[in-house]
């Protein structure tokens, strides 16, 4: 399918790796230029020339953490007038409720709520000035189901889901689509740090540890990072014009309810 969208922009967050990168290969494929970030530089570059090998299209990067206010102007300043956005970051650790204090809960916001946010404020202007624009926003499968050792990201999240709900609504009649995307468990880094928790806490091998997560999903696999970057690209795509501020799980089932 053609996605229609062939010489747009792009700023892809959090992309050197895991599914802020799946995001990235599945927009370059559809024809996108992009400007890539993430902290680490080296993975940084070897992802945008692997990407520029792979699909031809322009690609620039800036390293920089994305949660923090000056790195994220010197992003934006590269992003100019991008058509698409997608917001991502790192998640918060897992814990105890008992053990988390303000800091910690600040810190979370931060990172999984006000920047994405940030973003949205700083870039929407110009979508609905030029009448279109995509914005997807990867959260997780805790908004739809609490993870109880996650409670800092289940916390931060829905924070950014309710905004969403409201602003997607808001900037609609402008050509301007928001939605989220929630992952479940994916083949990624974080599925590693998971598992380590997990095999931490239960005193069990890393094997074992992933067979305890493998059986919560009917799939019975974890999801691939090309799986949800071609449904995020899809988001953005010509076609994706009429869906509006919703979320969209990609958990191989794992989330147990009827609608
Ligand atoms: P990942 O494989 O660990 O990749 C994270 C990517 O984000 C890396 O490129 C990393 O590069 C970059 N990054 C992290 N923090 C950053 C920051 N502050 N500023 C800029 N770049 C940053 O993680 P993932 O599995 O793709 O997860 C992405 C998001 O989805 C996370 O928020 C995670 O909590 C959420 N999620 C993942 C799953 C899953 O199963 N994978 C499930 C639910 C939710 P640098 O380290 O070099 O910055």
């Known amino acids: 399918m053609d996605l229609g969208i062939s010489g747009r922009r792009a700023l892809v967050c959090a992309s050197s790796k895991g599914l802020g990168k799946g995001c990235a290969m599945a927009l370059a494929e559809a024809g996108v230029d ?50 698409i956005l997608v917001t991502n970051a ?8 008992s053990d988390w204090t303000r800091d910690d809960f600040i810190k979370a916001l931060d990172a999984n709520m006000l920047t994405p946010i940030a973003l949205m404020t700083a870039l929407l202007p110009g979508m609905t000035d030029r009448g279109w624009g995509r914005v997807v926003n990867i959260t997780s499968q805790s908004v739809k189901a609490p993870i109880p050792q996650l409670g800092l990201s289940n916390a931060a999240r829905t924070g950014l889901t309710g905004y969403v709900a409201g602003t997607a609504r808001q900037v609609a009649d ?14 990624t880094d974080r599925a590693t740090a998971l598992e380590k928790g997990i095999a931490t806490a ?13 059986a919560a999903i009917p799939s019975g696999r974890y999801g691939t990072i090309e799986e949800f970057g071609a449904t995020c690209a899809f988001l953005c795509s010509q076609h994706a014009g009429f869906i509006i501020g919703q979320n969209i799980l990609l958990d191989g089932g794992q989330t147990n309810a009827t609608i």
């Open 34 to 83: 992009l400007v890539l970030n993430a902290r680490g530089a080296e993975a940084l570059e070897a992802t945008a020339e692997e990407i520029r090998a792979a699909h031809g299209v322009n690609v620039t990067t800036v390293a920089g953490d994305i949660t923090a206010e000056d790195a994220r102007a010197k992003v934006l300043t590269e992003a100019g007038d991008v058509d």
């Open 90 to 97: 790192g998640g918060p650790p897992p814990g105890m409720w």
């Open 174 to 187: 402008k050509g301007v689509c928001i939605n989220n995307l929630l992952p479940g468990s994916h083949a």
């Open 202 to 214: 239960r005193n069990v091998s890393m094997d074992e540890a992933q067979k305890i997560r493998l």
